[in-house]
């Protein structure tokens, strides 16, 4: 009798509330509805495929690095999903949120009613869409092609898995010397006091790794063990600055040989200085490491070649990236 009291109050109660429910009067509209607009929709379905289409343009320009004019077809496809962007957010504004302009004194306080209308304005305010969900979708696929586009240039900075290719570099055992116009370094042409630039024959210049330093100093003073890296006094170095990658661009040597530091080789922008005698370690400036070494040796023409790989990697060292050893 109890169980059936029971059933009987949960059942009364459920029925009250429905009724009430039921009879509760639909909340009053603050914002007008609009009429629909399918065409304003239809318009803005187009500029969001536009702002994916620019987008994903942006992220196949950057990927094909070796296209003509690459600079400018960046700057078209980013700029014209921006352009695209804004033009959809001009045709929502115009076209499909119902706005209306009324003059009312500015609340002293807020309440939670108030915060409730302001919730239900913009709720009502779209009332123009009649494809909310594909609108939402194409809207968001636009604005997350562009996000990606925007973080793409950050592979720029250099391979985030895949970090083998900072430490090769076109040089090996035998690789010959050559200079811009492809000939061959004879070591008796080599001069003291003169700097000269030279390139792997046959590889890459492109590569970081490929331009050198090189000088031709005593040979006595040419500190152990680098000396059997020095055929004749003839050392050769990275061309590439280890503060921030720069090209070493100057040789100072002493005109009053008393009074002036010893040679060394000067980077100009930031004015890293480094030891051609010494194994190229800093004696100046921010650079973090020695300039790495490539060993030389002299053939039987006189002619320079690289007698094996750079004494560490080539390159800024920022973040112990380059803490690893040279590869060919």
């Known amino acids: 009798m109890t169980k059936l009291k029971d059933w009987l109050v949960a059942g009364g109660v459920l029925l009250v509330g429905r009724r009430r429910r039921e009879r509760r009067p639909e909340r009053q509209r603050i914002v007008a509805a609009g009429a629909p607009n399918r065409r304003a929709e239809n318009v803005l379905l187009l500029l969001f495929f536009g702002v994916t289409l620019a987008a994903a343009a942006f992220i196949a320009v950057y990927a094909l690095d070796r296209l003509s004019n690459q600079t400018q077809w960046l700057g078209l496809a980013l700029g014209g999903s921006f352009c695209l962007l804004a033009a959809a957010c001009f045709v929502i504004a115009k076209h499909l949120v119902v706005s209306e302009e009324l003059a009312e004194p500015y609340p002293e306080r807020e309440s939670p009613a108030a915060q409730g209308e302001v919730e239900q304005i913009v709720h009502e305010s779209g009332s123009r869409f009649t494809r909310k969900r594909l609108v939402t979708l194409?809207?968001?696929g636009a604005l997350g092609?562009?996000?990606l586009a925007a973080l793409v240039p950050a592979a720029s900075l250099g391979p985030v898995l895949d970090t083998d290719s900072l430490y090769?570099?076109?040089w090996r055992k035998g690789r010959r010397l050559v200079d811009e116009a492809g000939k061959p370094f004879v070591a008796g042409d080599v001069r003291e006091q003169t700097f000269y630039t030279a390139y792997p024959e046959?590889?890459?210049?492109e590569l970081i790794g490929a331009p050198l330093v090189v000088v031709r100093l005593p040979l006595e003073e040419i500190t152990e063990p680098r000396r059997s890296w020095a055929p004749h006094g003839i050392v050769a170095y990275s061309k590439i600055c280890?503060?921030?990658g720069c090209a070493i661009a100057l040789y100072r040597t002493p005109t009053f040989a008393p009074t002036q530091p010893r040679p060394a080789l000067v980077c100009p922008c930031h004015y890293s200085t480094f030891?051609?005698?010494d194994a190229g370690k800093v004696i100046f400036g921010p650079?973090?490491?020695a300039l790495p070494q490539l060993p030389l040796l002299v053939d039987r023409e006189g002619e320079l070649r690289a007698a094996g790989n750079f004494?560490?990697?080539v390159g800024p060292s920022w973040w112990g990236v380059r803490m690893g050893k040279a590869r060919s």
Do not use: E, F, N, Q
């Open 168 to 170: 090769t570099t076109p």
């Open 145 to 147: 092609a562009l996000g």
């Open 138 to 140: 194409a809207g968001s």
């Open 202 to 205: 046959g590889g890459d210049r």
């Open 311 to 313: 004494s560490g990697p």
């Open 275 to 277: 030891d051609p005698a």
């Open 287 to 289: 650079a973090g490491r």
């Open 242 to 244: 280890t503060h921030a």
